[in-house]
């Protein structure tokens, strides 16, 4: 089982008893819907991000992200070619990724910190 951990500035998702104290309350008030699934597999996390629609906005289709030791694959259904479009990140990728989510506009280096 692999563990994937993201710090995101927004919030953390509820815990499965919706507790008071988790900061995942903070994000389900600020959207009017928010539905996904997570499974467990023997060799990935796979979660499915559903679009419920915001106000405005018309719906996309499901996003499902699979999970891997060694990468992140996100699929999606392309509407028009009726074909499923995937991108493979790698665990850097995915962690450049994370950070870039917290960070202004700019061009940036992410460097180890020297032991």
């Known amino acids: 089982m692999i563990g994937l ?17 988790s900061s ?5 008030r600020q959207r009017s819907f928010a539905m996904f699934t997570i ?8 979660i499915t991000l559903v679009d419920e629609g915001e ?3 018309p719906l996309q289709e499901d996003i499902t992200i699979e999970a891997y030791a060694e990468c992140v694959v996100l699929r999606q259904l392309d509407v028009m070619t009726e074909e499923e479009v995937s991108i493979t990140l790698s665990i ?7 950070a870039a989510l917290d960070l202004p506009e ?3 280096r992410i460097e180890p910190k020297p032991r």
């Not at 499974?39 to 796979?46: G, I, K, L, S």
Request: no cysteine; glycine share 12%; net charge negative.
């Open 5 to 21: 951990h993201f710090r995101l500035n927004v919030a953390r998702m509820l815990d499965p008893a919706g507790n008071e104290g």
């Open 24 to 28: 995942g309350q903070q994000l389900i």
């Open 39 to 46: 499974e467990h597999e023997f060799d990935a996390t796979v």
């Open 55 to 57: 106000p405005d906005s």
């Open 92 to 98: 850097g990728q995915l962690r450049d990724l994370a």
């Open 106 to 108: 700019g061009s940036y």
